[in-house]
């Protein structure tokens, strides 16, 4: 326990996965693990190159290196870039349920002169839940998370359903389609203005309700080099939608998210 609590405020100290950043843990790391028997320990640890938005809305990516780390012991408890430090209330196979406590990053005024004005948005400790069902040709699962410190405490869940394509017998490619939703609080925070910033910037005070943020799809691709490393990969697509599409700080609907790394088992 000692070492997942190290690992969550490194976590906190970094908060460098953006919430584009839609972790490998899902589909992809329980499908590959499925059928291998499990020790006490399970590890996983590697680097991603990711290209991401600027800024939530953004019309442009920058480019940025990512440290990605998978821990498990006893099939219970459990340490994630996204997914934060929690524990398994169930985990076989293709499925669990899961309570967790993750770092939701903010948004920086710096990021981009477009946001001149609107000031530091700070990320925060957030309480997560999650849960990830087979359905025999595909998984439907989803999660949602609530951030309780720092600038924003709204709240934010995501559902998906996802399948599985496997050319070759070391090729897993992973189809999802997910929908993003986030309320008022949330909304406001990453996508509204108030009338302090409207004074303070060249946008117009705005104010958007709760709702569905954006549709997606994803694709997640694994490709084993051998029995301990493999490739990684990840692109993702996601429109924003509604009052969040509408907002003034928004400069593309579309959103995207590359990344592509090495990651290694450890036994």
């Known amino acids: 326990m000692r070492l997942l609590a190290i690992i969550f405020l490194a976590l ?8 584009a950043a839609q972790d490998l843990e899902t589909v992809i790391r329980e499908e590959a693990d499925a059928d291998l ?11 991603l190159a990711a290209a991401i938005q600027d ?3 953004a019309d442009s990516l920058q480019v ?3 440290p990605y780390f998978y821990l498990e012991y006893k099939d ?5 870039p996204t997914s934060g430090v929690g524990y398994y209330f169930k985990n076989d ?12 990053p903010g948004r ?15 990320g925060g400790i957030a309480a997560r839940a999650a849960a990830q069902f087979d359905m025999t040709y595909f998984v439907l699962g989803g999660f949602i998370a609530h951030q309780f410190t720092g600038d924003d405490t709204g709240t934010e869940a995501t559902i998906y359903a996802a399948t599985r394509i496997k050319p070759v017998e070391n090729f897993r490619i992973f189809p ?11 909304q406001q925070a990453f996508f509204g203005v108030t009338p302090e910033q409207a004074a303070a910037s060249a946008f117009s005070a705005y104010t958007p309700d709760g709702g569905v943020k954006s549709y997606g799809l994803q694709l997640q691709a694994l490709y084993d080099l051998n029995d301990r490393l493999r490739i990684a990969s990840q692109a993702s697509w996601d429109v924003l939608q509604g009052d969040v599409a509408d907002s003034p700080i928004v400069q593309s609907e579309d959103q995207y998210f590359f990344s592509l790394g090495l990651i290694r088992k450890f036994d």
């Open 12 to 19: 906190l100290a970094c908060g460098l996965l953006p919430s």
């Open 37 to 47: 028997d499990r020790d006490d320990w399970e590890m996983e640890a590697g680097l």
């Open 55 to 57: 800024f939530p809305g």
């Open 64 to 66: 940025m290196a990512l």
């Open 76 to 80: 219970r408890w459990f340490a994630h």
């Open 93 to 104: 196979g293709n499925e669990f349920i899961s309570t967790s406590l993750t770092y939701l």
């Open 108 to 122: 920086q005024e710096d990021e981009a002169g477009f946001l001149n004005g609107l000031g530091d948005l700070d």
């Open 176 to 186: 999802t389609l997910r929908v993003a939703w986030a309320d008022e609080e949330r």
